[in-house]
Structures are given as C-alpha cells and as structure tokens.
T-cell receptor, first 118, second 115 residues
Framework: AQSVTQLDSQVPVFEEAPVELRCNYSSSVSVYLFWYVQYPNQGLQLLLK??????LVKGINGFEAEFNKSQTSFHLRKPSVHISDTAEYFCAVSDRSYSGGSNYKLTFGKGTLLTVNP | DTGVSQDPRHKITKRGQNVTFRCDPISEHNRLYWYRQTLGQGPEFLTY????????KSRLLSDRFSAERPKGSFSTLEIQRTEQGDSAMYLC?????????????FGPGTRLLVL
C-alpha cells in the first residue's frame, strides 16, 4: 500500500516570493513521483515527474522538484511565483514495478492550495 | 491530439436517479482510468481499463457503479440510484500501453451534484 502526505493544506505567499510545497510518501515498493496542478473547476495538469536518473527534475511554468529517497520526499519549488500560480497542487505516486503487473494507478495526497497575493 | 475529453462537464440530478458519464481518451492510449475527487480531497482511484478489459476495481466502486469500455475506445461510468454521497468530481485519465505508460493525462472532469 502507498500513501502520500502533503504537509501543508494551504500556503499563502506574496507575488515574486519563493515557495516550497512539501510532499512525503510511504511505499513498500519503488515508485514514480508526480506533481499535478488543478485550477478551479478544471482537471489535473501534469507539472513534472520523477521516473529515474537525476533527482532534480524541472517542469512547466518554472517549477522544479527534488526526489530524496532517504527522506521519502518530493518537494516542489519555484523561485519566484506569479499571481497565475494560484491553484491546488497535488503530489502523487505510482508503483513502478511493471514486472509485478502494475497498472500505474495513482495515489494522491490531499492537495496544497497555493494562494499568491499581490 | 486533442487531449482527454469528458461529457458532460456538469450534472445535477435528484437522489435515486441514474447518471452516465462519458470519457474519450487520447487516441491510441490503451490505458484508461477513472478517479473520484470529493471536496477538499485528492483524487481517488476507482477503476482501470487496458483496452476493453476492466483489470482493476477499487473497493470504492460499489455495486451501484459500473464502468465499461466497449471496443477499447471511449468509456462510460454509470451510477445507479444516486445518493448525496456520490456528489463529487469524476475524473478520467489515459496513458499509452508502452512508451510513457507511467504518465497519465487527465480530462476536465464531470462535476456531479446529487440533490
């Protein structure tokens, strides 16, 4: 079984400030890691993903995340946020063991609402 | 590539009625997923199709719920005898069978309100 904990339900920041959204996961198997963004009344848009290789991954809209295996974390960061970044952000994991018949279903955290104020 | 589409985008129904939602995945994506998202929560997995075969169903999918994917193309999710607790956003996602299989692309969702 897998679980995802997003440590902050809400993060208010001022425009042009840096931001970090925290994500920790628990899993008995190796995982793939994802961050999705959801704007009001819309579906989920993929921001970035960690599959393998470099632990620092870059995504769209200037976001990046770092995979830390020892701390089982995948925190999302942006050095300077814009008003348009206001949205709900979801961290998710899936089982990467294809040989075990994984269907790659996603387990999500509860989300972090990022509010960027002028 | 027009992305994943879902229809309708919004549905209001009365308790006890049946509703059906449709999902059209990205063309040539063999894998299709349904998730449910309630207010203030992250999406939760409901069911998974590989082509036309339904390979996994969550325990969240009670016997009032049924999903199909005839011919391995679009999928439908039907809820019978709706209850107020069924009010949620229903999200569909798809991914390819091989290259990029781990990455799911989501549709805009269908928001259901049961009165």
């Amino acid at each position: 079984a897998q679980s995802v904990t997003q440590l902050d339900s809400q993060v208010p920041v001022f425009e042009e400030a840096p931001v970090e959204l925290r994500c920790n996961y628990s899993s008995s198997v190796s995982v793939y890691l994802f961050w999705y963004v959801q704007y009001p009344n819309q579906g989920l848009q993929l921001l970035l993903k960690y599959l393998s290789g470099s632990t620092l991954v870059k995504g769209i809209n200037g976001f990046e995340a770092e995979f830390n295996k020892s701390q089982t974390s995948f925190h999302l960061r942006k050095p300077s946020v814009h008003i348009s970044d206001t949205a709900e952000y979801f961290c998710a994991v899936s089982d990467r063991s294809y040989s075990g018949g994984s269907n790659y279903k996603l387990t999500f955290g509860k989300g972090t609402l990022l509010t960027v104020n002028p | 590539d027009t992305g994943v589409s879902q229809d309708p985008r919004h549905k209001i129904t009365k308790r006890g009625q049946n509703v059906t939602f449709r999902c059209d995945p990205i063309s040539e994506h063999n894998r299709l997923y349904w998730y449910r998202q309630t207010l203030g929560q992250g999406p939760e997995f409901l069911t998974y199709f590989q082509n036309e075969a339904q390979l996994e169903k969550s325990r969240l999918l009670s016997d009032r719920f049924s999903a199909e994917r005839p011919k391995g193309s679009f999928s439908t999710l039907e809820i019978q005898r709706t209850e107020q607790g069924d009010s949620a956003m229903y999200l569909c996602a798809s991914s390819p069978l091989a290259g990029g299989r781990e990455t799911q692309y989501f549709g805009p969702g269908t928001r259901l309100l049961v009165l």
